[in-house]
């Protein structure tokens, strides 16, 4: 919530302490007496020589008479068994002297914990008590034997190296698959009741004070590896290898004297086969593998019913109509019945399967979701219904994160770590199971350091609940027609739908994906309350209304169905053991509050003030009004004819109604709209924004302490949103932000509403302009903020922080990388002065805590990722697509292709400008060229190309070697992409430059605003070794208007460049690839390409620009001359070797480091999995192969005649 609303509801601002770290303490060893040393030396055997090769006459004898094998074998085995029973035996007496100095009459022997640094400090304590305790306890020993001390401590010593050996070799992987976690909110879970939880809590904070409490951890990971276990989950993955050994060396021929052996015995029928040893080897599996296998499992299990009708060869379609027929089989199972009745009887059993574990089918009841189902069977009727398979899984997945977030914590150092399995191992009195050995050996490699999953699972669900669901859902609802719901297409069933008999067979997946939602947001909320943050859980359920809101008077309602999802609400609100009404659960919630009521009544007591009271009983009502608006969405399209259409809205209307019945229903009854009209919507909305904004008003004016003012402005801030979200009125929000502007007061809010709204108005026009209309309809929309904002920026002085703070925000919220970079021209001078905390100057000490508060903006606003964007001026529709898309992922835009008024150096407010647009006269486009690049075309583009050099890619290229004259849209491509080269160029020199002394503010300033203009740094191991030295390299993301971009787009690409050679070139991330053009794996998300086509979009370096810009001009379509350029690196013995332009395979094996050096002299590489892609077109006035025809705005030359 605070990255979209610039609010916190926090009650503290305090940061998690840290604690200190200490060296790892090293014992002194106890003191020997010299009569004790000299009996330990004494009784120490020497190691004999190694083993001789067994003699000849041994091994014929062995070859000539099988008994004498069969002696050998024997004797091994007696020698094993007393191995093993003065193993045994030795433990006995360990455990023995382990009691004794439990119970004070020894001391006990222990061996140095090894230990990361921390928790350090609160070991001290604790070992100096053990120390006082162990001098007391060795008064008292003189008693017993010497010897039995020796034996526990050297076998202690011995276990110690093992423990070392064991962890030395298990990757650890890096946090690559979700990103960073926040370790302030990975506080501690369980998912017992509050005083297991406390216990719980206790024993991880302190987990080697005692035996219990070490074996209530252990028990507690083999519960999680037991439901690891049940949903086919390893932690490690187990290799088996099998060793051979020849024959016993250093054996002797036992019967040389026997004269009863024979060699005529058996002679030839005997074999000596080479001694097998079996071998286990622990690879512990990485933490992203383990979370795909949950959730995968999660998922398959929600799956059941497909699983099931897919499994039967007899009918792997079958319908529901069938089976309520097959359904009749069923009653005569005890008649003898020919092989066709048992095929028909396989059927039925597989058509109940089917109906009973059907995504929101339970027992034959409807609407009821599968993964509330209660931890016991369910009787039904007569007979006692099993729980579902999705259900009993994720109580096993919650349980697992559960554990794993409480008791695998990386706060435990290897010594800790280590004593939970030692406590056990060492306590075993009898011969041990190797089978219980392995699996103390799993937990300890497998559940290690493991609270980072659940950690990276909380984390990445929070952003998809608050953020990423809705804008999927916006995203899909408009590209499926079959969700449209027409006003003709309405049966009047009076006031309430009727209901339905079976869900149609075409919704099957959509009711998979509703159900896994419902599963994912019961693990977030569960999860988070368990670790007592309610804050989160707050902020899951304030952040999916806010982002799902249905916005009335700019979305087509009841025409699309609304993103907000009572389904996953009611999954967000309820308990862990929650039981839906409908199922075993009779009477409705006898509990007076919810927990969520009762968390905002916990903040209002916290204020204790009438204000705060008045502002959270408006947070409430703001929550529910959206809530309430979707509710009548859902019951407009459950009137529908479509069976489709209805089945959904039915489902959302039966949770609504349960929540109608549950405790929750009291606050959001409170807003009570009947009627799906945008008016009294409208009505109803503007009462609560007009009371929101009084209070909010004179929040803002009060003049005592700042804790009452922010809680009133961040609950009244959030009505304020809802409102203004729900209601869609575009014009009333930019009326706010104008009156805002003249005081600089609640900018960053209007700004993230006004974005929402605009994207969403886009979307509708989207819908209602389909083709080549969409353009036309662009020009119709106007940016009514931009100029309120750049005219905000121009009036703020330099020196005014806090407006100075709410303009960055506002352009983060709306990508705008020209107004931020004027901002950071204007203010940074002034800003590194008055943050310079040298100055002991009292008196303006809040000017300065003000301007270090802004300069942390600033650089919070370098690490987003700066992308350039090459759009043409006559394309704003790809331009408003484009915004979209980089304001849900947080990127700051800025034009690619320079412009005119870069050519000199005092300018740097103007950051790039429009492409160069081919529907022009060739004159025109000269002269275009030569103004903004200062040269002439032919110095950038060549006029004329060979067609023929794409074929052994492009199937469609001709024959023959003609020449051809490029057209103008291609060279006019050429050139935008060669102007962003520039750009680049430009902004990456200036960030290497160091032409100043370290510590003038003029070198700071300048690498201030070098970081607004880059994207990041390729911080990978570097190809060459010449530059193995280097430090990480900038880099900047050139993207083309028409690429849509990925899910995470920024957590990806942040992700690529962690792998990304230092002194790499180019790296593409948006591409096609043709057939015959492999991909060489370099990592796991790098690729090094023989060929690609489209420059959709890619990562330059300064190296790289350097190198593009002295190999012009280009010849071809710029992106196949880049493609061919890539193609140049394996045109040797090494291109042959993987089959470019011959093989038509996906990927090939990476040659030799020291070869890809020598070859690689346009150093270019490429995600494996694209981060953008080119948008399809329906139409194309491209002629030729369809490779080509995408981009509509050019015109391919290479198949002309």
């Not at 027409?486 to 009711?511: C, M, W």
Request: aromatic content about 6%; proline content about 5%.
């Amino acid at each position: 919530m605070d990255e979209f609303l610039g609010l916190d509801i926090s009650i503290n601002d305090g940061e998690p302490s840290t604690r200190p770290s200490k060296p790892q303490s090293r014992k002194r060893p106890r003191p020997k007496s010299s009569a004790a040393a000299e009996n330990a030396t004494a009784k120490r055997p020497k190691r004999p020589p190694p083993t001789p090769a067994p003699p000849a006459a041994l091994v014929s004898l062995i070859q000539k008479d099988s008994a004498v094998l069969t002696y050998f074998k024997s004797l091994q085995a007696n020698l094993d068994y007393d191995v093993e029973k003065w193993k045994a035996e030795a433990k006995r007496w360990k455990k023995i002297a382990q009691d004794n100095s439990r119970d004070g009459l020894v001391p006990a022997v222990k061996r140095p914990a090894r230990t990361n640094g921390k928790n350090g400090a609160k070991r001290s304590s604790l070992k100096k008590k053990d120390q006082r305790t162990d001098r007391n306890s060795r008064a008292q020993s003189d008693s017993l034997d010497e010897h039995i001390i020796r034996a526990n401590n050297t076998e202690s010593e011995h276990n110690g190296e093992e423990g070392a050996d064991d962890g030395s070799n298990i990757p650890i992987t890096d946090e690559a698959l979700f990103g960073g976690s926040d370790d302030s909110s990975a506080a501690q879970s369980s998912r017992c009741d509050e005083n297991n939880l406390e216990r719980a809590t206790q024993i991880q904070h302190n987990v080697l004070s005692g035996n219990e409490r070490a074996s209530f951890v252990l028990e507690k990971l083999k519960e999680a590896k037991k439901c690891l276990d049940l949903l086919g989950v390893s932690l490690v993955e187990v290799e088996v290898k099998t060793i051979k050994h020849p024959p016993s060396a250093g054996s002797f021929d036992m019967h040389k004297d026997d004269p009863d052996s024979s060699d005529a015995a058996d002679v030839g029928n005997t074999e000596t086969n080479p001694t097998t040893t079996i071998e286990r080897i622990l690879h512990r599996q990485s933490d992203e593998t383990v979370t795909g296998h949950i959730m995968a499992s999660l998922k398959t299990l929600i799956r059941a019913s497909l699983s099931m009708v897919e499994s039967d060869p007899m009918n792997p379609k079958i319908t529901d109509e069938d089976a309520s027929d097959d359904e009749r089989v069923d009653k005569r199972e005890d008649e003898s019945l020919n092989a066709d009745g048992d095929a028909s009887n396989e059927r039925a059993f597989l058509a109940k399967m089917r109906r009973q574990y059907h995504p929101f089918r339970h027992g034959g009841r409807l609407h009821i979701p599968t993964v509330y189902m209660p931890v016991d069977n369910t009787q039904v009727g007569d007979c006692q219904l099993p729980q579902h398979p999705a259900s009993e899984g994720l109580n096993h997945v919650i349980s697992i994160l559960s554990i794993m977030g409480m008791y695998c914590s990386d706060d435990l150092s290897d010594g800790e770590w280590d004593s939970i399995f030692e406590r056990v191992t060492t306590s075993a009195t009898e011969n041990v199971d190797p089978s219980d050995e392995e699996e103390l050996l799993i937990l300890k490699v497998g559940m290690r350091n493991r609270c980072r999953i659940a950690n990276r699972v909380l984390s990445s669900l929070h952003v998809e609940i608050t953020r990423g669901w809705a804008i999927t859902d916006r995203a899909s609802f408009l590209t499926e027609p079959t969700l449209f719901s027409h006003e003709s297409d309405v049966i009047d069933f009076g006031d309430e739908p009727q209901t339905t008999q079976d869900y149609h067979a075409k919704i099957y997946n959509r009711l998979v994906s509703m159900e896994e939602r419902i599963a994912h947001a019961r693990i977030a909320t569960v999860l988070t309350r368990e670790r007592d943050d309610w804050q989160k859980a707050a902020e899951l359920i304030i952040g999916y209304v806010v982002s799902s809101a249905p916005s009335m008077a700019v979305e087509h309602y009841p025409k699309l169905p609304p993103t907000l999802s009572l389904c996953v609400l009611e999954a967000l609100l309820s308990s862990r053991s929650y039981e839906t009404i409908d199922n075993g659960n009779k009477t409705p919630d006898t509990v007076d509050k919810g927990w969520f009521q009762k968390y905002i009544d916990y903040l209002i007591s916290v204020n204790n003030d009438s204000k705060a009271t008045q502002s959270a009983s408006q947070l409430l009502n703001a929550i529910a009004y959206p809530i309430r608006a979707a509710v009548l969405i859902w019951k407009a399209r459950s009137f529908s004819t479509d069976d489709r259409i209805r089945d959904i809205a039915l489902i959302e209307m039966e949770a609504f109604q349960r929540i109608q019945q549950s405790a929750d229903a009291q606050w959001i009854n409170k807003v009570d709209i009947e009627i799906l009209d945008v008016g009294t919507l409208t009505s109803v909305g503007s009462k609560m924004l007009d009371s929101a904004l009084t209070v909010q008003d004179v929040a803002g004016t009060d003049s005592n302490v700042s804790t009452l003012a922010t809680f009133d402005t961040a609950m009244t801030g959030i009505a304020c949103a809802l409102s203004l979200l729900t209601m869609g009125d575009i014009d009333r929000v930019v009326d706010l932000f104008e009156e805002a502007s003249k005081s600089m007061t609640r900018m960053p809010l209007l700004c993230f509403i006004y974005v929402s709204l605009m994207c969403r108005k886009w979307d509708t026009m989207k819908l209602s302009n389909g083709g080549g209309r969409q353009t036309a309809a662009a020009f119709t929309v106007m940016d009514k903020f931009s100029p309120i904002l750049v005219s905000a920026i121009q009036r703020v002085s330099p020196t005014n922080w806090h407006d100075i703070e709410s303009l960055i925000q506002c352009c983060v919220l709306m990508s705008d990388g020209r107004s931020l970079l004027r901002i950071a021209n204007d203010v940074i001078p002034s800003l590194l002065d008055s943050a310079d905390t040298r100055q002991s100057n009292r008196m303006i000490l809040p000017v300065k805590q003000s301007a270090s508060r802004v300069l942390a903006a600033f650089i919070d606003t370098g690490e987003l990722p700066t992308v350039r964007v090459i759009n043409l001026k006559r394309r704003p529709d790809r331009l408003l697509d484009f915004m979209s898309y980089a304001s849900k992922e947080q990127l700051i835009v800025i034009q690619g292709p320079i412009s005119a008024m870069q050519q000199h150096d005092d300018n740097e407010d103007c950051i790039g400008d429009f492409a160069f647009d081919g529907k022009c006269t060739d004159s025109e486009l000269k002269s275009n060229i030569s103004l903004r690049l200062n040269g002439n075309i032919s110095n950038f583009v060549a006029s004329k190309w060979r067609p023929s050099d794409l074929r052994a890619f492009d199937r469609d290229a001709p024959k023959h070697d003609d020449l051809v004259d490029l057209s103008l849209t291609e060279k006019a491509c050429s050139s935008s992409h060669i102007a962003s080269w520039i750009g680049v160029q430009r902004s990456l020199s200036e960030h290497t430059s160091n032409d100043t002394l370290v510590g003038n503010s003029t070198w700071y300033q300048r690498k201030l605003i070098r970081m607004l203009k880059i994207s990041g740094f390729a911080r990978g191991e570097a190809l060459l070794a010449a530059n193995k030295d280097n430090n990480p390299s900038p880099c900047c993301v050139v993207l083309e208007d028409d690429a849509c971009l990925c899910d995470r787009f920024s957590e990806r690409l942040d992700a690529l460049l962690e792998e990304l050679p230092r002194d790499f070139h180019f790296c593409s991330i948006g591409y096609s690839r043709p057939q015959r053009a492999p991909i060489v794996e370099y990592s796991s998300q790098l690729g090094i390409p023989s060929c690609l086509w489209y420059l959709t979009g890619y990562i330059i370096s300064l190296e790289g620009a350097n190198y593009l810009l002295e190999s012009l001009p280009v010849v071809g379509p710029v992106d196949s001359w880049i493609g061919m350029k890539m193609c140049s690196n394996w045109d040797n013995t090494l291109g042959q070797r993987i089959g470019v332009g011959i093989h038509t395979r996906t990927q090939a094996k990476l040659p030799p480091r020291k070869d890809l050096s020598r070859i690689l002299r346009f150093r270019a590489f490429a995600a494996l999995v694209p981060l953008c892609e080119q948008k399809n077109n329906s139409t194309s006035e491209a002629s030729g192969g369809g490779w080509r025809s995408k981009d509509t705005d050019i015109v391919y030359s290479g198949h002309i005649s």
